[in-house]
């Protein structure tokens, strides 16, 4: 919220989209960037906008999000939910800033990770929420302020054999990768859309529509439709 005007309405396309789905999906992941400013005036259109929301909803924040305020107006900045036989793991990777400064690449914390170690011992098959992408995209804009220190990440992993995947926003791509063996899976964007290097298009282009992914696993497999709504 506050990066267009347009952006209250394109999230409630998506929301509609969502909420037409039937069944219902099990869980709506937000990986960050609730706010463009992290203005309390962001954050409190975005809870209206999410209090329409009937399902379970995780959020994460973002290098656009401000800590303090997403976590009042929003909620937790980490969360362990479980989903049937399935766990959503979110993880804040925001580097804090001064007021009115921001630090676009990613971390987490030793805190962050030790979360998801212990979330990860129980077993259970595990997504996992982070804004910032911990491998290249192959992007200009946006690999220099992936997620830094990726390894850290890696060796978590490395303990385990559960993870389904990792549920990424950031890059405003629709995308597919792998890290340390897991699928890297990008949302896309909902207000704008970041273009890859060799496309002859604006490199931030506000005039594609609002993308959103569809995950499904059955029997172990998952699938993932990107849809344009």
Not at 100 to 123: N, Y
Not at 181 to 186: I, T
Not at 198 to 221: F, N, R
Request: charged share 20%; aromatic share 4%; hydrophobic share 45%.
């Amino acid at each position: 919220m506050g990066a267009t005007d347009e952006a209250p309405a394109r999230l409630r396309r998506a929301l509609a989209h969502v909420a037409a789905c039937s069944p219902q999906p099990d869980v709506l992941v937000l990986s960050g960037d609730l706010a463009d400013h992290g203005l309390d005036a962001e954050y409190e259109l975005a809870a209206e906008l999410l209090s329409t929301v009937a399902i379970p909803l995780v959020a994460c924040p973002g290098n656009h999000d401000v800590r303090a305020r997403f976590v009042h107006h929003l909620g937790p900045a980490e969360s362990v939910v479980d989903v049937g036989e399935h766990r959503l793991v979110a993880l804040n990777s925001l580097v804090d800033a001064a007021e009115g400064e921001r630090i676009d690449p990613g971390e987490l914390s030793e805190d962050s990770l030790r979360l998801l170690d212990e979330a990860l011992a129980a077993g259970r098959p595990t997504f996992v929420a982070v804004h910032h992408p911990p491998v290249d995209l192959h992007v200009d804009l946006m690999d220099p302020i992936k997620l830094t220190a990726p390894e850290r990440l890696a060796a978590v992993f490395s303990r385990h054999d559960n993870v389904v995947a990792v549920l990424v926003g950031h890059a405003h791509t629709m995308a597919a990768t792998t890290f340390a063996g897991v699928p890297v899976l990008v949302g896309g964007g909902l207000v704008s859309t970041v273009t890859t290097d060799a496309e002859d298009m604006p490199q931030i282009d506000y005039s594609q529509p609002p993308t959103i992914a569809l995950h499904l696993v059955e029997d172990g497999h998952l699938v993932t439709h990107w849809r344009v709504v």
